[in-house]
């Protein structure tokens, strides 16, 4: 609001007052004043110093042996990075992350994208099935883990209840190796569905009613409409869907740590929850962050990948 | 910014208000003096501040709100400023950056078994022990085991408040269903592995539930825990030589495994209980016993009605608990004022000697005068374990093991493997491998 009144005033300044003297000073400060820079500042501040500065810091401690508690420091060369490529353990939690990858961003495109189309076509209610897909992301990680909790709990949970009235044997969904980074992805799948059904639903409400009217004409179903309309159409939300949502999964943390801790043994310990473990529980920075460098790598490959993929499709 | 508008028009003839910068400057100020008056930096206030970090949530937080309240009658001129922050790893982390960054709080509490990370590395001050028996705390009053491990390299670093062993909580009417109880109502028969899987099993069908529930799995602590304990009741002993390799004894070590998949064999005590499910199992009655540390008391009070609980029986050849201590200590502080180091001490030998409210709690006081006190003597089910605090199994004393360790997480999985994994050899193999691995490591944090 000040700009609205303010700019319009500066004319008036300037009849007032003789015109400034030639100075160096002054005219220097004027054309700092007019920069785009004094915008970009606290911007540039904050990027520089938030993420910059420890993406510099962080590649050279991945070269030292520095503690947490400041003690080490020393350079040691590669030495962090051959030890993390010869450690067992970073390569099952990565093996773990990829499944996790896998098993939740194939549903979390197939179910939103269902779930959107079922709501485009006119389910009766419409607000209420927008609201109640898209509600469970908007709640906080801690929330989510705690309702979720209480569901798998073995002996009186729900789940386990439902399978016994069944007659089924509960399955221990948290305890079991076999089954707990299943328990974790369907969580994540229940808790983050929304906002892919949210693009997608946008999307569908972008398609020209006029290609359905073409359809129609040609004597096209509804299926055939699906086919042949929406799906195509939609080609474009669901590569970035698709890759969005392949770089959230891949940095999963939260929802593990709070249900699990990684646990049983190291059946849902991913690698990210790994970097912690030896960075900050067991002190060591240093091979830490070198283990995190190998996985920005990975991590943008994948970035890469969705930028070819986007270049290709503009091209 | 919302002082702008609030602000009364300026009376015709006035001075011209004040800029839009010059108040929000003004307001900059007086937000910057109002925070340096409430962290108590105004110079000559005569106050002494203690900041005081913890990591006791539930019942044990509220206890420790009762104690605060207690010193501060006591001594009004000590600003307390308590933080409760969450149990386990983070804390730990949370504590030694703070310590390395030199703001750390004035004192705080660190289990026993973390000292041997901590004193060496210089997260730690020592204590003054003339300043501490100026205010009425004395090397004497506590139990020498546990203060013998407050020292290193001649300097005292903890200075204990409890001991926190693992016990047993049972249902006396359950127990006494199944025969376990004798004359005068204590637990009896439990002292061998065969008494004790018999017992477990007496428990099942008295209760119509599960005989023992214990809860380790996805735990960062719970199966080292009850695995150390029964290592060390079998006399064996456990080398962990710098650079390694670990010493562990596999015998002993197989008779506890192969103890333990008998009593948890998925028919009468399940083998794979979570923590929270192994309390709720036997809170709510579905299960006649529960191993678990003594912290749970004041939960179990409140939901079991008729609670008994009792030391650890000795099912191997000699008695021992697995305990830590909660200990308070002093944080390295990168610019130490005397007053404020002088008022920590206070501070510190005010809570340990207001420790009764901590027995309360289920904790054993390790303040001898409180712990031999007629108040404590009479709690109860406080004194039938008070025994266990006599012989501690306390964690190996190298840099990596303790509360919230890596180390405690990494050797818990044994426990899982014996018991619902590949079995007693396969844990031993396991808990073989991972004692090297850590063995063989150099203390990151180590001067």
């Not at chain 2, 108590?40 to 006791?56: E, M, N, Y």
């Not at chain 2, 022990?129 to 020292?151: H, K, M, Y």
């Not at chain 2, 060390?232 to 710098?242: D, R």
């Not at chain 2, 050899?425 to 203390?443: F, H, I, Q």
Request: glycine share 12%; aromatic share 12%; with cysteine.
């Amino acid at each position: 609001m000040s700009a609205l009144t303010g700019s319009p005033a500066r004319p008036d300044t300037g009849a007032e007052h003789p015109p400034d003297p030639p100075g160096a000073l002054t005219r220097g400060r004027r054309r700092f004043a007019d920069s785009p820079l004094v915008f970009l500042l606290p911007f540039l501040l904050v990027y520089g110093v938030f993420l910059l500065w420890p993406l510099v810091s962080g590649l050279w401690m991945s070269f030292t042996d520095i503690a947490l508690n400041g003690a080490g420091g020393a350079f040691v060369g590669l030495e962090n990075y051959a030890e993390a490529l010869g450690d067992p353990l970073v390569w099952r939690t990565l093996g773990n992350t990829v499944l996790f990858t896998l098993i939740t961003t194939v549903p979390l495109v197939v179910v939103a994208l269902a779930m959107s189309v079922l709501v485009h076509t006119g389910l009766p209610g419409q607000w209420l099935w927008r609201l109640s897909f898209f509600l469970p992301f908007l709640l906080p990680v801690a929330t989510v883990v705690l309702v979720w909790n209480f569901l798998y709990v073995e002996d009186f949970g729900l789940f386990n209840s439902v399978l016994g009235l069944f007659g089924m044997e509960g399955l221990g969904w948290l305890t079991d190796e076999g089954v707990a980074m299943w328990s974790v992805a369907l969580t994540t799948v229940w808790w983050t569905v929304g906002f892919n059904f949210l693009l997608y639903l946008a999307a569908l409400q972008s398609v020209p009613a006029h290609l359905y009217e073409a359809a129609a004409l040609d004597g096209a179903g509804a299926w055939a409409r699906l086919r042949y309309v929406t799906l195509p159409q939609l080609r474009g939300t669901t590569v970035v869907v698709l890759l969005l949502q392949m770089l959230a999964s891949l940095k999963v943390f939260d929802q593990i740590y709070l249900l699990t801790g990684g646990g049983p043994g190291d059946s849902t310990r991913s690698l990210l929850l790994y970097i912690y473990d030896v960075g900050f529980t067991g002190y060591r920075f240093g091979y830490g962050a070198a283990v995190s460098y190998l996985f920005l790598v990975l991590v943008l490959g994948v970035a890469a990948f969705q930028l070819w993929i986007s270049a290709r499709r503009r091209g | 910014m919302s002082l702008i508008p609030r602000r009364p028009p300026p009376p015709a003839g006035s001075a011209p208000p004040p800029s839009r910068r010059g108040m929000l400057l003004g307001a900059g100020a007086l937000a910057l003096g109002s925070a340096l008056g409430a962290t108590g930096c105004s110079p000559g206030s005569g106050d002494a501040q203690v900041r005081f970090w913890s990591l006791f949530q539930g019942g044990d937080g509220a206890r420790v709100e009762t104690m605060l309240e207690a010193v501060h009658e006591q001594a009004p001129h000590l600003r307390v400023t308590s933080s409760t922050l969450a149990w386990g790893p983070p804390y730990y982390t949370k504590l030694a950056v703070a310590s390395v960054g030199g703001r750390a709080p004035e004192t705080a509490i660190l289990h026993m078994s973390r000292l041997p990370g901590y004193a060496p590395g210089g997260l730690l001050q020592p204590f003054d022990l003339d300043l501490l028996a100026e205010f009425g705390v004395t090397a004497e009053d506590f139990v020498p085991d546990l203060w013998d491990r407050c020292i290193h390299d001649g300097a005292t670093y903890a200075i204990p408040m409890d001991t926190h062993p693992v016990v047993l909580f049972y249902d006396t009417g359950t127990a006494d269903r199944a025969g376990l109880l004798d004359g005068d109502g204590r637990l009896t028969g439990m002292d061998s592995p065969e008494g004790f899987v018999e017992a477990s099993r007496a428990l099942a069908e008295a209760g119509g539930g599960g005989g023992v529930s214990f809860g380790h799995v996805n735990d960062d602590s719970q199966g080292w825990r009850l695995f150390w304990m029964l290592y060390n009741q079998t006399g064996a002993s456990l080398e962990l030589p710098e650079g390694g390799p670990a010493g562990l004894d596999r015998e002993a070590a197989l008779r506890v495994f192969e103890f333990l998949a008998e009593v948890f064999d998925g028919q009468t005590s399940e083998p794979n209980q979570a923590y929270p499910t192994a309390l709720a199992a036997f809170a709510s009655g579905r299960s006649g016993m529960l191993i678990s540390g003594e912290w749970e008391l004041p939960y179990l009070m409140d939901h079991v009605e008729d609670l008994g609980a009792a030391p650890f029986p000795t099912v191997f050849e000699q008695p021992g608990s697995y305990a830590d201590s909660h200990a308070f200590v002093l944080p390295r502080q990168g610019d130490p004022d005397p007053e404020r180091v002088r008022a920590a001490h206070e501070f510190v030998a005010l809570m340990v000697r207001n420790s009764l409210t901590w027995g309360e709690a289920g904790h054993i006081p390790a303040y001898s005068p409180v712990a031999q006190s007629p108040e404590y003597q009479a709690l109860t089910p406080q004194s039938d374990y008070a025994v266990a605090g006599e012989t501690p199994v306390l964690d190996p004393e190298v840099w990596f093991a303790g509360a919230g360790s890596q180390f405690h997480t990494d050797v818990s999985q044994a426990l899982r493997i014996a018991l619902t994994g590949n079995g007693p050899e396969a844990a031993v193999e396991e808990l073989g491998l991972t004692l090297d691995s850590w063995a063989a490591r150099t203390d990151p944090g180590g001067a």
